[in-house]
């Protein structure tokens, strides 16, 4: 079975995601890459570099610097004339760009897997994970997004996949790329982080988060993380939002500061190794996942925290 992966890049290096996904196609065949970009060279010989990869296409032009979905899927469908099944990593980009190649592909996406059971059998994630299904594809080309918590990074070294050009398929005039509001931090990136200080709404003010978070944070040497009630509430930008809609994320240590625990945050945190819950309600749900829970006031609790850390 030929399996075709959409590297996540930032036109310079590959995204620790793209390593998760690499191990999850390499349980159906053989793994060619796929890095779509502008001035993209560097994230290709990063991919060539990846364990397990014998591949890399490079479609290198300036319609692809951005990831626009518009133009990349109609790439993507062309090179699947090659291909058994396409993967790519359950993020915003793959969730952007799988959805049109499936419909192109005239194709139900499979989404999240967890695991590859064979080579159309996968597990994946129901009801906000309190339930796992197993989906059988009968589709000749599959389409698959990767929750990358659930499977091992491939090694980033140790690989010597060999470097092909694909042609662009041309811009299509469906989109244009306008501009990006970016954060910017020093901080580990939230998917990436092996630890994670989360808030939520309890803080009451954006500034609670400046501090009583960030100071643990940056003590931790940890990205920060948000509930979505306090991303409703202002309080954090939205990509710092952890659960079911926000990032899906498994740290070493999540600590999870005046969080209840509702359904949709715990299925993006809790396959957590390590979850430190702190709250004063001693019946908040988070507790049923913690490993460690402190039932206390988090203004208090925090800051005596950090103190000692």
């Known amino acids: 079975m030929s399996v075709l992966v959409l590297a996540e890049n930032d036109n310079v290096s590959i995204k620790d995601a793209t390593l998760a996904t690499v191990t999850a196609a390499a349980r159906l065949g053989e793994v060619h890459v796929l890095v779509a970009g502008h001035g993209c060279m560097g994230a290709a010989e990063a991919a060539s570099k990846i364990a397990g990869v014998t591949k890399v296409l490079v479609a290198d032009d300036t319609i692809y610097a951005n990831q626009l979905a ?18 790519a990593p359950a993020t915003a980009t793959g969730k952007n760009i799988l959805p049109r190649v499936a419909a192109l592909l005239d194709s139900q996406q499979i989404s999240e897997i967890l695991s590859v059971e064979s080579a159309d059998t996968f597990t994946r994630p129901i009801y906000a994970g309190n339930a796992i299904a197993t989906v059988t594809s009968t589709d000749a080309k599959k389409v698959i997004t990767v929750r990358t918590t659930a499977f091992a990074k491939a090694a980033s070294t ?3 996949a060999e470097i092909e050009a694909v042609a662009s398929s041309g811009d299509k005039g469906l989109s244009s790329f306008i501009g990006a509001d970016l954060t910017k931090s020093d901080r580990p990136e939230l998917t990436a982080a092996k630890i994670i200080v989360s808030g939520g709404r309890a803080l009451g003010s ?14 931790l040497g940890a990205a920060i993380g948000a509930s979505r009630a306090a991303v409703d509430a202002g309080y954090m930008p939205n990509d710092y939002q952890v659960g079911q809609t926000g990032k899906i994320v498994a ?18 945190m ?3 190794k390590i979850i430190v819950a702190i709250n004063k309600d001693e019946d908040a749900p988070i507790f049923q996942v ?5 039932v206390a006031d988090l203004f208090k609790a925090v800051p005596e925290m950090t103190s000692k850390t």
């Open 270 to 272: 809790k396959d957590s």
């Open 290 to 294: 913690a490993d460690f829970g402190l």
């Open 70 to 87: 518009e133009n990349i899927a109609p790439l993507i469908v062309g090179l699947m004339a090659h291909y058994d099944a396409l993967l």
């Open 251 to 268: 740290p070493e240590l999540y600590i999870a500061a005046g969080i209840s625990g509702a359904i949709q945050h715990l299925a993006g």
């Open 158 to 160: 140790g690989g010597n």
């Open 206 to 219: 954006a500034d609670a988060f400046h501090t009583i978070i960030e100071p643990l944070a940056d003590k």
